[in-house]
């Protein structure tokens, strides 16, 4: 398994961990620069949401993984992990329906999380 799969898995385990809902994992490489893979789910109250991005720190740091940046942690409403080229959006109920990440990139590629 290759580096980028172990981090995934890392990522998908530690937000799995802390109750994370709907989690989707969408392969961008084929439509875009940015990054590789959006990792998207949503948590519940501004607690559960700081602590799936607590947890996914701290997991990947084990590994001596460290985001490149931390957005929206005080608020909560999208907390945007950038970890090159993997970027992890953790957002509540609502932020997550109005940003609709998953149709705006609807041109990659969604892959089943029990498949990394």
Same mark, same amino acid.
């Given at each position: =398994? +290759?580096?980028?799969?172990?981090?995934?898995? $890392?990522?998908v385990d530690?937000? @799995?961990?802390?109750?994370? #809902? @709907?989690?989707?994992?969408?392969?961008?490489? @084929? %439509?875009? $620069?940015?990054?590789?893979?959006? %990792?998207? $789910? +949503?948590? $519940?109250? =501004?607690?559960?949401?700081?602590?799936?991005?607590?947890?996914? @720190?701290?997991?990947?740091?084990?590994?001596?993984?460290?985001?490149r940046? %931390? #957005?929206?942690?005080n608020?909560? +409403? *999208?907390?945007? =992990?950038?970890?090159?080229?993997?970027? %992890?959006?953790?957002?509540?109920? #609502?932020?997550?329906?109005?940003?609709?990440? #998953?149709? =705006? *990139?609807?041109?990659?590629?969604v892959?089943?999380?029990?498949?990394?």
């Amino acid at each position: =398994m +290759n580096t980028i799969n172990n981090t995934l898995k $890392t990522i998908v385990d530690a937000l @799995e961990n802390k109750k994370a #809902e @709907e989690l989707q994992l969408i392969d961008i490489r @084929e %439509v875009s $620069t940015i990054a590789d893979y959006f %990792v998207i $789910t +949503n948590g $519940t109250n =501004m607690s559960q949401i700081q602590a799936l991005a607590d947890n996914v @720190e701290e997991k990947l740091a084990i590994n001596g993984i460290h985001p490149r940046s %931390v #957005e929206g942690y005080n608020t909560a +409403n *999208w907390i945007l =992990m950038d970890y090159n080229d993997i970027l %992890v959006h953790i957002f509540d109920k #609502e932020s997550r329906g109005f940003y609709d990440l #998953e149709r =705006m *990139w609807r041109d990659g590629k969604v892959i089943d999380v029990k498949s990394i």
